[in-house]
């Protein structure tokens, strides 16, 4: 018996650490018709409000993935406000959007925080429309960054930021 309750006692802690490693984040639209939950329309994998020295070391992780030359003593440009900045206005406008608007947005960060370039990379895979790449460019120059920084002193960077696809369960059900 008491053999038996340890072993339970060890199968729930590893559910609980799993669980708490798997942590994603959501940001919410309308509520759903009949209900007082409201519907998830974009979810992350990082905190959406949190600045670089903020983030869990997994966070961190996932963010600096991109940059393939960056050491262990640099950082990569965030949003001093954390990502949400960026997403919710994509997600606002491009919500009932009737096409594909996820992809990749670069944007060139200044030693000051600000961004002076914002494009589309060059991959095909990872193009973005036009006029979705010219919307996020107005959003990402209004937005104050961390910058990059390389051997702990401010330097130039290019941000990287994979624009998820927004879950619209209305928009996807006239699809059909």
Same mark, same amino acid.
């Given at each position: 018996?008491?053999? =038996? ?12 650490? @799993? ?16 209900? /007082? ?14 600045? $670089?020295?903020?983030? &869990?070391?997994?966070? /961190? ?5 991109? $940059?393939?030359?960056? &050491? ?7 949003? /001093? ?8 206005? $994509? ?5 009932? $959007? ?17 961004? =002076? ?6 991959? *095909? ?6 006029? !979705? ?5 107005? !959003? ?12 702990? @002193? ?19 059900? *006239?699809?059909?």
């Amino acid at each position: 018996m008491q053999k =038996t309750l340890i072993f339970f006692f060890f199968i729930s802690i590893t559910l609980i650490v @799993t669980t708490v490693e798997a942590r994603s984040y959501h940001l919410y639209g309308d509520k759903i018709q009949g209900t /007082k939950f409201r519907q998830q329309i974009y979810t992350s994998p990082i905190s959406l409000s949190k600045r $670089y020295a903020r983030l &869990s070391d997994k966070e /961190k992780q996932i963010v600096r993935e991109p $940059y393939v030359n960056l &050491s262990e003593s640099d950082d990569p440009p965030h949003p /001093k406000k954390g990502i949400r900045t960026i997403i919710k206005p $994509y997600v606002e406008k491009y919500r009932w $959007y009737g096409r594909v608007t996820n992809g990749f947005l670069l944007a060139d960060i200044s030693i000051d925080g600000s961004a =002076t370039n914002v494009r589309s990379p060059v991959d *095909q895979d990872q193009w973005l429309p036009t006029d !979705v790449v010219w919307f996020m460019s107005q !959003v990402i120059s209004d937005i104050e960054f961390d910058p990059a920084l390389c051997s702990g @002193t401010p330097c130039e960077m290019t941000f990287q930021i994979e624009l998820l696809p927004i879950i619209n369960t209305n928009r996807d059900m *006239q699809k059909h």
